[in-house]
T-cell receptor
């Protein structure tokens, strides 16, 4: 099946680390993604990880992938108020010769002083 | 230059009307998509076109008819609008249907049916 689950809310203090977790179901996904949506805006690709990797670091962002448990996490170091947004995890199952993105419900990150 | 642009940004209309949302991408991508985001922020794919050919249709009511006059445009026409159609509709594009390394999204069209 195709299903992506993530917790809906996360509140952190400015300067702390944020960890957003996600579980997915489709093991055929070649890539797994994190998208960010700021209020009233479209989706912006934050980072992605290839399915044969278990970690990817990109400045303040660290993605961890546990393929056995189908668990994906996004860690944001030194979280800033500008990081307040909704973060979507997405898998990309490949079937019938095409890819499509299956999104989780989004985690709303609130950063407070 | 905006990579994926949609018009209009906001659309308020009455039940039963027919409306269209336009989307254009200037990235030279072969594949374009329509996604629907409901009031709970849940995003779901509706359609995908690859080089003007429909490749994904996720059991969307046939009141929704996508049209791709060329590979840079994917418009969404909705007939007989219903209250439940109120949502934000996102257009997106990717290099091709297989790589999907990155899908670029438009800013969204907020449709409100009253």
């Amino acid at each position: 099946g195709e299903d992506v689950e993530q917790s809906l809310f996360l509140s952190v203090r400015e300067g702390d680390s944020s960890v957003i977790n996600c579980t997915y179901t489709d093991s055929s996904s070649t890539y797994l993604y994190w998208y960010k949506q700021e209020p009233g805006a479209g989706l912006q690709l934050l980072t992605y990880i290839f399915s044969n990797m278990d970690m990817k670091q990109d400045q303040r962002l660290t993605v961890l992938l546990n393929k056995k448990d189908k668990h994906l996490s996004l860690r944001i170091a030194d979280t800033q108020t500008g990081d307040s947004a909704i973060y979507f995890c997405a898998e990309s199952p490949f079937s019938g010769g095409y890819n499509k993105l299956i999104f989780g419900a989004g985690t709303r990150l609130a950063v407070h002083p | 230059d905006t990579a994926v642009s949609q018009t209009p940004k906001y659309l308020v209309t009455q039940m039963g009307n027919d409306k269209s949302i336009k989307c254009e991408q200037n990235l030279g991508h072969d594949t374009m998509y329509w996604y629907k985001q409901d009031s709970k922020k849940f995003l779901k794919i509706m359609f995908s076109y690859n080089n003007k050919e429909l490749i994904i249709n996720e059991t969307v009511p046939n009141r929704f008819s996508p049209k791709s006059p060329d590979k840079a445009h994917l418009n969404l026409h909705i007939n007989s609008l219903e209250l439940g159609d109120s949502a934000v509709y996102f257009c997106a594009s990717s290099q091709d249907r297989q790589s999907n390394t990155e899908a670029f999204f438009g800013q969204g069209t907020r449709l409100t049916v009253v």
